[in-house]
């Protein structure tokens, strides 16, 4: 089951492209150490170049998760899963 939910990027990615439809990056990684050589310096943006030369050489992977995910960027986002949490209407607790 695992293995179908691993795909290998083809020769381009892009970060967060304007969709309607389709996946898109979560913002979890896991690398090997050798990826921080990709790393310029803190004025390196890692979805730009680090991302784009990883999938250029074939080595960026992506799991697809196929639950319940909701990004909390702001205070907003915050509020509305506690709102989710606090009314029982979650599906990621069993």
Same mark, same amino acid.
């Given at each position: 089951? !695992? =293995?179908k939910k691993i795909i290998k990027?083809?020769?381009?990615?892009? @970060?967060?492209? #304007? /969709?309607?439809?389709g996946w898109i990056n979560g913002?979890?990684?896991?690398?090997?150490?050798n990826f921080f050589n990709l790393? =310029?310096?803190?004025?390196?943006? !890692?979805?730009?170049?680090?991302? @784009? =030369?990883?999938?250029?050489?074939? #080595? !960026?992977?992506?799991? =697809?998760?196929?639950?319940?995910? *909701?990004?909390?960027?702001?205070?907003?986002? *915050?509020? /509305? !899963?506690?709102?989710?949490?606090?009314?029982?209407?979650?599906?990621?607790?069993?």
């Amino acid at each position: 089951m !695992l =293995k179908k939910k691993i795909i290998k990027f083809g020769k381009s990615f892009k @970060e967060k492209p #304007q /969709v309607t439809e389709g996946w898109i990056n979560g913002g979890f990684f896991i690398a090997e150490y050798n990826f921080f050589n990709l790393i =310029k310096g803190d004025s390196t943006i !890692l979805e730009k170049e680090p991302l @784009e =030369k990883a999938t250029s050489r074939k #080595q !960026l992977f992506a799991f =697809k998760h196929f639950g319940f995910w *909701k990004c909390m960027d702001t205070s907003r986002d *915050k509020e /509305v !899963l506690e709102t989710i949490y606090r009314k029982n209407k979650f599906n990621w607790k069993k």
